[in-house]
């Protein structure tokens, strides 16, 4: 029998730059993704954030429309160059109120706020400087983010340092489909290391004078080898040392898989032993980004990895061309709580890209492949609660339809869609279940059909 617990956050995630709109305004210098996207040949379409979905100007109908769905929850980012124009130094005070404004409006109709200090979007400033690869952005970042607890830890009690450190190092710095678009295997584990150092050095100064909960969010695959072959299980080890323990053994055990050095060879560095005590500090939950699986085998051209996916026949892909696997979401709770232990955690983004139909008149929007994901998988989180996993919130990515990073507007995962012409609302099928979902506590799910 399917029931949630009463305090159980249910939320929707976005992030800034790919919601808000208006990047330079009132005083907010650029970041990394806005130049990214004004550079030819980077974003599909030539798409920018430039608009988005104008939340900037809108987050008050947007922060309705969550109470109209019946959220109880909101994951959004702080745009690190909207707060310091520079990265560090001068503070933009027009920045912090947007913030400040949007955590009152949530805060007025029941929403409680979870505040990530990091999706992706570096101030351009500090690119100039090296970005992720110099040594002190550790310090740049502490810097910024006390800036944000100080205005804010009175009222937000849910704070993640970065969003996916995997992707930032992945798509930024080794492979160039994001921002700041490098492909260098060398500088790939540096970003990496600071991104960590800079995680840890956030929750350091936010020890000093925080008053509730700090954390960070990783993406996690879980991989699973395509035969027992001892070659495809080998593969599938680095391809899940890669993705889903590069961050978190260093966090939770204090240092690197043994993998990473044989995945990247030459260009793997020798860290510093005293790094790691800084990084391996508690937290005091996590956050976990779930959308698919991985079926692993060996490839010897299949790069750094030596590793390539298996497409799964009878499986359903979404629009980005992941396969729709609910059971692994629970696997993966359980494995975080098996090999790091049973602290709280969060679902801090779920969701899929489908292909929607036009609006129809009466404003209805059908999207049942989105709400048979969605059933799905918030039923995986709760098997994974029955299993004793301390799951305390789960998080749809997202909100509203908005800018995919290099796929531009072309890929829709909002539950309310977005008329990027009129930038008109509506609510989808998707979002109205979910609404039910969340009124019944998860009742609504023990009559449903699928698994
Ligand atoms: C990111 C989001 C992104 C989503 C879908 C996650 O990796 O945190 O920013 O839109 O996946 O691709």
Known sequence: MIEFPRDFLWGTATSAYQVEGSPLADGAGPSIWHRFAHTPNTVRDAATG?????????????VALMREIGTNAYRFSVSWSRVMPEGRGAVNPAGLDFYDRLVDALLA??????????????????????????????RWFAEYATVVFKRLDGRV????????????????????????????????????????????????????????????????????????????????????????????????????????GQIFGEAWPRWPAHDFSLIHQ???????????????????????????PVLQRRATYTETGWEVFAPALTDVLLWVKERYGNLPMYVTENGAAFFDPPVVEGDRLADPLRVDYLRRHIKAVHGAIERGVDVRGYFVWSLLDNFEWSLGYSKRFGIVHVDFDTQKRTLKDSARFYGRIIGSKGHGLNDSPSP
């Not at 430039?50 to 900037?56: E, F, K, S």
């Not at 490098?182 to 990496?192: G, V």
Request: net charge negative; with cysteine; glycine share 8%.
């Open 50 to 62: 430039d608009v988005a979905c104008d939340h900037y100007r809108r987050f008050l109908d947007d």
């Open 109 to 138: 109709r029941g929403i409680e706020p979870m505040v990530t200090l990091y999706h992706w979007d570096l101030p351009a400033a500090l690119d100039d400087l090296g970005g992720w690869l110099n040594p002190e952005i550790a």
């Open 157 to 260: 009690k849910l704070w993640t340092t970065l969003n996916e450190p995997w992707v930032v190092t992945d798509g930024g710095y080794l492979y160039g489909l994001h921002a700041p678009g490098h492909r260098n295997r060398f500088e790939a584990p540096i970003a990496s290391h600071h991104l960590l150092r800079a995680h840890a050095e956030a929750v350091r100064a936010y020890r000093a004078g925080g008053r509730h909960s700090i954390g960070i969010v990783v993406n996690l695959e879980p991989k699973y080898s395509a035969s027992d072959d001892p070659a495809d299980r080998a593969a599938t080890v680095r391809a899940d040392a890669y993705m889903n323990r590069q961050y978190l053994d260093p966090i939770f055990r204090g240092g690197y898989p043994d993998e990473m």
């Open 282 to 308: 508690p937290i005091d939950f996590l956050g976990v980004n779930y959308y698919t699986r991985n079926v692993t085998r060996f490839d010897p051209h299949g790069g750094l990895l030596q590793a390539a």
